[in-house]
């Protein structure tokens, strides 16, 4: 039998240390919200391939969908031949935008390209170059969104030096003793300081901070952005990652902000497991790019388009928007009661949108001091009960569940057990 033990040793021999593994194991088989290893243990997924399983381990939707475009053909690159999955696609994203006017969408890859070619596309239509994200923020690891990524270690220290022109602002948490004004007060030294607003192409915002913690921007700062891109002609892009797709209990979690961005970046759970990625934009924003300046070899690969196409009718029929939001009403639910109970450690700053839900692991009950430490700890006594669960966060405290819409009410509690257990003093 092959063991993780023997795999791991293969690894540390044959992989960079630079691709960092959270689990000790090796995936041998997966359905829906379980994954058995190679030696036969099963776990409950609570981390869905980092937010990219919505709707679960092989969906038998999507996978009889890429199944039947399997038998059909797998690649033409649409710059050469292009096919009718890919213009579908586009369509029923352009429908589902999350602003008004017409919308045309390109289709890529991964997120760092979504992200990338947002700004690309905010540069040709504004003839401007500088790009403003926020401190936490998680956009790629690619040469530009590694610039715009607001987090130093692991993801910048070392490949320097950063792509120019890129600003950062600090995310409104108000734990973390960061208010909204604070936030755009920070823009207008910003502005003063570095560059002038008319240099501005974009704001890049996630809607709700993936890597950076499951914050969610406050509505009142959403609108704030909105109104200054307005004033100045900057373009705002949210960056929709790992924030969309149901996780929030709408299709983008924009939605909860009451504005409109003017492009989206998205990928992961679009896929349900297969690499596709796509600029869902304002047509006059969209259009201002010469032919050839976007794609790529395998962007809007037809076995990602026809995944894509079955994931976005499986949250459909499944009432995928609804059932995050039950699920996260129960994850909150139980985990108050653990931040209740003298005989756990302690947790707090339970939150997020949707089942977009995270919560902090603390120094102590009450207060905001956070434990990177312990959520490390409370991860791998997690997976020795048979959970696969993710850690996050600036200081590395936030434990975010991710598990698929799909789950089961039993699988959910059985995994939520494991954690209770797992928080165990
Ligand atoms: C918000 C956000 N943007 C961009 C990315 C980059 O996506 P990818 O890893 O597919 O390049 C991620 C990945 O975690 C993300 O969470």
């Not at 009889?64 to 399997?70: H, P, T």
């Not at 959403?222 to 892009?237: F, Y």
């Amino acid at each position: 039998m092959m063991t993780n033990d023997a795999l791991l040793q293969r690894r540390v021999e044959a992989v960079p240390a630079g691709v960092a593994t959270a689990m000790p194991i090796f995936a041998d088989r997966a359905e829906n919200s379980e994954l058995w290893d190679v030696e036969g243990r099963r776990y409950i997924d609570f981390a869905g391939g980092i937010a990219v399983l919505n709707t679960g381990h092989r969906h038998p939707k999507v996978i009889s969908a890429v199944e039947a475009q399997l038998q059909r053909f797998t690649h033409t690159a649409f710059q050469v031949v292009a096919y009718q999955p890919y213009v579908e696609l586009a369509e029923r994203l352009n429908a589902l935008a999350p602003f008004s006017g017409p919308a045309r969408t390109l289709l890529l890859t991964t997120g760092a390209e979504a992200t990338e070619n947002a700004v690309k596309i905010a540069r040709a239509a504004t003839g401007r170059s500088a790009v403003i994200t926020f401190t936490g923020g998680f956009h790629g690891r690619t040469m530009l969104t590694m610039a715009m990524t607001g987090k130093v270690l692991p993801y910048k220290r070392s490949f320097g030096p950063m792509a120019a022109e890129v600003y950062h602002l600090p995310f409104p948490i108000a734990h973390y003793g960061v208010s909204v004004e604070d936030s755009l007060r920070a823009l207008n030294f910003l502005f003063a300081a570095d560059v002038a607003p008319a240099r501005v192409a974009a704001i890049a915002i996630e809607p709700v901070q993936g890597e950076g913690g499951f914050h969610m921007a406050p509505p009142e700062s959403m609108q704030a952005l909105r109104r200054i891109c307005d004033e100045h002609g900057i373009l705002l892009i949210a960056d929709e990652v790992q924030s969309g797709f149901a996780r929030t209990g709408k299709m983008y979690g924009v939605e909860h902000s009451g504005i409109e961005p003017d492009l989206v970046a998205i990928a992961k759970s679009l896929g349900g497991g297969f690499p596709i990625a796509a600029v869902t934009g304002k047509a006059a924003i969209m259009d201002q790019v010469d032919p050839g300046g976007l794609g790529g070899t395998y962007g809007g690969s037809p076995i990602g388009c026809a995944a894509a196409l079955a994931v976005l009718d499986v949250i459909e029929e499944e009432k995928l928007l609804e059932r995050a939001n039950t699920i996260g009403e129960g994850l909150k639910t139980r985990l108050n009661s653990f931040a209740a109970s003298n005989s756990l450690r302690p947790i707090g700053h339970i939150r997020g949108p949707g089942a977009m839900v995270a919560f902090d692991m603390l120094k102590e009950r009450g207060s905001d001091a956070p434990d990177g430490a312990a959520a490390k700890a409370l991860t791998i006594r997690a997976r020795e009960l048979g959970l696969i669960l993710l850690s996050c966060g600036i200081h590395g405290e936030t434990i975010r569940l991710l598990m698929p819409l799909t789950a089961s009410d039993a699988i959910i509690d059985e995994g939520m057990d494991m954690i209770e257990k797992a928080l165990a003093r």
